[in-house]
C-alpha cells in the first residue's frame, strides 16, 4: 500500500497493516514530490474538478454563492467520488463500479443538491409520507438515497423529483445541518432507516395471521388421442372429435373427444 508521508495517512496504513492476515508492504512517496504518487495525485485532481463543477452548478441554479461553512460542501467532495466510481469509464471502457460488481450502474440519479421529495417512514398511517429535503447522494451498495432537511439526514429508497421551476432552492441548502459523519447533530450519527415496504394491518392490535405457502395442486394431465389410435381402436359414435378426423376436417379449438371416447380409448380392446 502507498501513499504519501502525511502522519493521519501513515497511522492509518499501518492500522490496515495490522489487522491484515496476509503480508502487507507500505510504502510512502518522498515529501514534496507528488509526482511519486501520481496516480493517487490524479484521482484527487480529479475530484477537485468535479466538485468544482458541482459547486459551480448550484451556484447558477440558485443564483446564490454556497457559504465557505455550509455542509452542503462536505457533502459535494463525497458525491464527486461517488460520481466517478458509478460514471467514470477507464481505458477498458469500464466503470470502477462495474468493475466492481460486474454489471454497470442503473438507477437514475437527480442533480446534487437538487430540491426533491421523499418517502420516509411514519408512525400512523395518516401521517404525511412524502417530505421535502435536499438530495446529497446515494449509497452505492444498496441504491438508497441520501437526502437532508434541517432536521438531519435520511437514507430513503424513494424520491421524487419535483418540476423544473422548483428543483433548486436556496433556503432549503441553507437548511441542511447534517454532515457526513454527524448525519444527525441532535440524535449523535444515527441516520434514519430506509423506509420498509410492509403491508399495514388493518387493526393493529390484531397479530398477523402467519403465512401459509401456497402449493399447486398436482394433478395428472389426459393423454392425446392421436389418429392412429382411432385407427386402431375405431371411431367412437357421437364423438365431435372423431367424426370431424373421419370427414378429413382439421382439429380446431373446442372440439374435443368425449368422456366415453376417451374411456374407451384408455381402456383399449
Known amino acids: 500500500m ?30 514534496g514530490e507528488p509526482q511519486a504518487n501520481g496516480e493517487a495525485e490524479r484521482a484527487v485532481q480529479s475530484i477537485m474538478g468535479l466538485a468544482r463543477t458541482l459547486k459551480e452548478h448550484i451556484t447558477t441554479a440558485t443564483g446564490q454563492p ?59 398511517k395518516l401521517d404525511t409520507r412524502w417530505s421535502s429535503g435536499v438530495y ?47 448525519p444527525n447533530p441532535a440524535e449523535g450519527v444515527h441516520q434514519e432507516l430506509p423506509v420498509p415496504l410492509a403491508i399495514e394491518a388493518v387493526n393493529p392490535e390484531v397479530p398477523p395471521a402467519p403465512t401459509a405457502t ?23 359414435p357421437g364423438c365431435p372429435a372423431c367424426e370431424l378426423i373421419r370427414g378429413g376436417g382439421a382439429r380446431k379449438g373446442g372440439v374435443v373427444h368425449s368422456e366415453l371416447c376417451r374411456a374407451r380409448v384408455e381402456e383399449g380392446p
Open 214 to 236: 401456497f402449493k399447486r395442486p398436482i394433478g395428472v394431465k389426459a393423454f392425446y388421442i392421436l389418429k392412429r389410435d382411432l385407427e386402431k381402436y375405431g371411431y367412437t
Open 136 to 182: 446529497l447522494g446515494v449509497k452505492e451498495a444498496t441504491t438508497e438515497k441520501i437526502v437532508a432537511d434541517a432536521h438531519g439526514v435520511y437514507v430513503v429508497y424513494s424520491v421524487r423529483r419535483k418540476p423544473a421551476d422548483e428543483q433548486f432552492s436556496q433556503e432549503a441548502l441553507l437548511g441542511v445541518r447534517g454532515l457526513p459523519w454527524a
Open 2 to 31: 502507498k501513499s504519501d508521508q502525511e502522519p493521519a495517512l501513515v497511522a492509518l496504513l499501518a492500522a490496515a497493516k495490522d489487522l491484515c492476515t496476509c503480508e502487507v508492504l507500505l510504502e510512502h512517496s518522498p515529501k
Open 66 to 124: 454556497i457559504p465557505a461553512e455550509s455542509p452542503i460542501l462536505a457533502w459535494l467532495v463525497n458525491y464527486a467520488g461517488s460520481l466517478l466510481t458509478l460514471f467514470n469509464r477507464g481505458p477498458d471502457g469500464k466503470t470502477p463500479y462495474e468493475r466492481l460488481r460486474g454489471r454497470p450502474w442503473r438507477v437514475a440519479l437527480p442533480s446534487f443538491g437538487e430540491h426533491v421529495e421523499f418517502k420516509r417512514r411514519t408512525r400512523h
